[in-house]
């Protein structure tokens, strides 16, 4: 999901800057859905243990929008 919305946020930016906030909002809004049912699924259906399940997957997701967001202030250099 991560790489996916960095090639998306960077081929917007590069082909129509003016266009990056909707793209951005649009993908944000999509990330929420898609891992609000993935971890809904994992807790439910494959019945993993919640507390280590979404402590793992919280330092997972930070992480990776750290990433993300140092990705961005260098594209916006």
Do not use: C, D, H, N
Request: proline share 4%; glycine share 6%.
């Amino acid at each position: 999901m991560a790489a996916g919305s960095w090639v998306l946020v960077e081929r917007t930016y590069r082909e129509r800057p003016q266009a990056l906030m909707s793209v951005m909002v649009a993908a944000f809004a999509f990330k929420v859905v898609f891992f609000g049912a993935y971890v809904a699924v994992m807790i439910r259906v494959v019945a993993l243990r919640p507390i280590p399940f979404i402590a793992s997957f919280t330092g997972y997701l930070a992480g990776l929008y750290f990433m993300e967001a140092l990705y961005l202030r260098r594209l916006f250099r």
